[in-house]
Antibody
């Protein structure tokens, strides 16, 4: 079964760092882009960026460039990282397999809820 | 451009058909056939329902269909069922630096 499994929910304080993960299985992880999508409470979907695990080529949405870091490693895992969280980073974060030639996300992780509160 | 334009809500009775629109520009919806539609039930991850304007993944019911005319894409759900009640999002490739853009989402209520 093709699936993406994300790390669990996190409660952090402003200024703290965080790295959440997304592990793929059931397919050749390095042959597909992985993307990250933010959904703030009660709001819509926002495309954050994508990474091609084979060469770690990354494309960020201008809205998220410099705000987060996307990475991946040889354990079929992609990551989304913050160096200094803000309250406005509170959201559900989804990873999803991205089909670059058709610009569609076909397989989604279950989501990781990140809450930033003092 | 912040997002593709979708109606905030639509509704229909069981058995009826509804259509959700998704309006963009010639830099996204109108210029490319990379329009997708996603269904999201509350508390769940989105699910791909349509890709490349009108193609359905094999596991998606044929009650879901989609098309595009000019800068507007449309998703039609026929034979509405209670389980169709959800949020629906369109997305498109965009030639701007954003690369992929989502619509604001439409809440479908089955009356």
């Amino acid at each position: 079964e093709v699936q993406l499994v994300q790390s669990g929910a996190k409660l952090k304080k402003p200024g703290e760092s965080l790295k959440i993960s997304c592990k793929g299985s059931g397919y050749r992880f390095t042959s597909y882009w992985i993307g990250w999508v933010r959904q703030m409470p009660g709001k819509g979907l926002e495309w954050m960026g994508i990474i091609y695990p084979t060469d770690s080529y990354i494309r960020y949405s201008p809205s998220f460039q410099g705000q987060v870091t996307i990475s991946a490693d040889k354990s079929s895992t992609a990551y989304l990282q913050w160096s200094s969280l803000k309250a406005s980073d509170t959201a559900m974060y989804y990873c999803a397999r991205f089909l670059g030639d058709i610009a569609a996300f076909d397989i989604w992780g279950q989501g990781t809820m990140v809450t930033v509160s003092s | 451009q912040s997002a593709l334009t979708q109606p905030a809500s639509v509704s229909g009775s069981p058995g009826q058909s509804i259509t959700i629109s998704c309006t963009g520009t010639s830099s996204d919806v109108g210029g490319y056939n990379s329009v997708s539609w996603y269904q999201q039930h509350p508390g769940k991850a989105p699910k791909l329902m349509i890709y490349e304007v009108s193609n359905r993944p094999s596991e998606v019911s044929n009650r879901f269909s989609a098309s595009k005319s000019g800068n507007t894409a449309s998703l039609t759900i026929s034979g509405l069922q209670a389980e169709d009640e959800a949020y629906y999002y369109c997305s498109s490739y965009t030639s701007t630096s954003i690369y992929v853009i989502f619509g604001g989402g439409t809440k479908l209520t089955v009356l």
